[in-house]
């Protein structure tokens, strides 16, 4: 839901006796979201005085006041990753090519760039295009045919990266291939390798880089159990566009996944789009507003958004989110064996406890059906 008031015009002098005008309405986004979901709304910007505006638009603030983003590895931006094999992780999730697919027909050490679904937000920045490297990454930048792998992060490019099996790879050898689409009911955008070699050949690999219209992205990773001569110059991990920070999972370490998905959470739960342009004397345009829950706790956030001419503020639009969730317990492991015990001894299992959710979880005991079994500890 969305409470919005509209904001009175609002007049700025100019030379030449001219009265410099404009409007942005509405005032204030107030909104309600669950944990995981995604709206935009729509601010209008129009020009009312005799001479062309030229405006940026831009996110300022936002911050989460009594909640705040989901904690875990990652980053000093925000974004927090975690993979399938962990207790709490995603789950693993193969997206299955469909019949329309665009083909990729890339040469060694080559790239192409390509237009995306959605407008994509990527460590504070927004993307419409991006390129897909044969050398197993994708990025926002204009280097897409590197092929000597680097640590993240690094000032050297590429940079705005999502390496996903970053290596020199060469999809010129046998039945290698290189595909993309997109899926307006789930919102996603894929890109998939299929039976990439090394250059100089290797056993196949084949691997998914999925972007969330959320601003998340998955790193799927096929059956690799039979897979000879793994590369460890291999780098695993995401990293914004002037390299200063990133989220490195691999660099030149065995990488050997198996029905493996690794998740990027974003923090960036506020942007506009456009950001910045001109309008004509009696012109106005609309501005999408999005909000993003998909990396969010339960709880109250504000953020605002500024539009401003040159360097003077015209306009600043406050924006409260408030994020409801539900905790969701989950265990492991699921089962608890216990071997043959003598008369008077022990034997001690350990039981994991785990809130998978997007609230606080409040656990005020626990109970046991069968006299042979005590807790150790208090469960509280």
């Keep these: 839901m969305s409470i919005a008031r509209l904001l009175p015009l609002i007049a700025f002098p100019v030379c030449c006796g001219q009265l410099a005008a404009t409007n942005l309405s509405p005032e204030e986004l107030n909104l309600l979201l669950e944990a995981g979901q995604i709206t935009t709304q729509t601010l209008v910007l129009s020009n ?185 110059a291999v780098t695993v991990g995401i990293e914004n566009a002037t390299g200063t920070v990133g989220s490195q999972v691999v660099h030149n370490t065995v990488f050997q996944p198996s029905g493996l998905t690794i998740e990027f959470r974003s923090p960036t739960w506020l942007s506009v789009m456009p950001s910045a342009g001109s309008l004509l004397p009696g012109a106005s345009v609309a501005l999408s507003v999005t909000a993003n829950a998909g990396a969010l706790n339960a709880g109250q956030y504000e953020g605002t958004i500024r539009l401003s001419s040159g360097s003077e503020t015209r306009h600043e639009v406050p924006v409260r989110l408030e994020v409801t969730g539900q905790p969701k ?14 008369v008077g001894g022990t034997i001690e299992r350990t039981l994991d406890l785990n809130n998978a959710g997007s609230a606080p979880l409040i656990l005020t005991g626990a109970e046991i059906n069968n006299n042979a079994f005590i807790w150790l500890e208090p469960c509280h």
């Design 48 to 232: 009312s005085q005799a001479v062309p505006f030229d405006w940026r638009a831009s996110v300022v603030q936002q911050s989460g006041t009594t909640a705040m983003m989901l904690a875990a590895g990652g980053d000093s931006f925000g974004y927090r990753w975690s993979d399938s094999n962990e207790a709490g992780g995603p789950e693993f999730r193969w997206f299955s090519r469909p019949e329309a697919v665009q083909e990729h027909r890339l040469g060694d050490d080559d790239s192409v760039a390509v237009d995306l679904p959605f407008n994509f937000v990527f460590y504070g920045d927004t993307y419409q295009q991006m390129r897909i490297s044969s050398n197993g990454f994708l990025t926002f930048g204009p280097n897409g045919n590197a092929h000597n792998n680097a640590p993240i992060p690094s000032p050297a490019t590429p940079n705005a990266l999502i390496a996903v099996y970053w290596c020199d790879l060469d999809p010129t050898i046998g039945d290698s291939s290189i595909h993309s689409w997109s899926d307006p009911e789930t919102q996603v955008f894929v890109v998939e390798y299929t039976n990439i070699q090394r250059l100089g050949g290797s056993t196949p690999m084949t691997f998914q880089a999925v972007l969330h219209a959320n601003g998340n992205i998955s790193m799927n990773y096929a059956d690799t159990t039979g897979i000879s001569n793994v590369s460890t």
């Design 329 to 342: 317990l989950q265990l492991a492991p699921s089962t608890l064996t216990f071997d043959v015990v003598g």
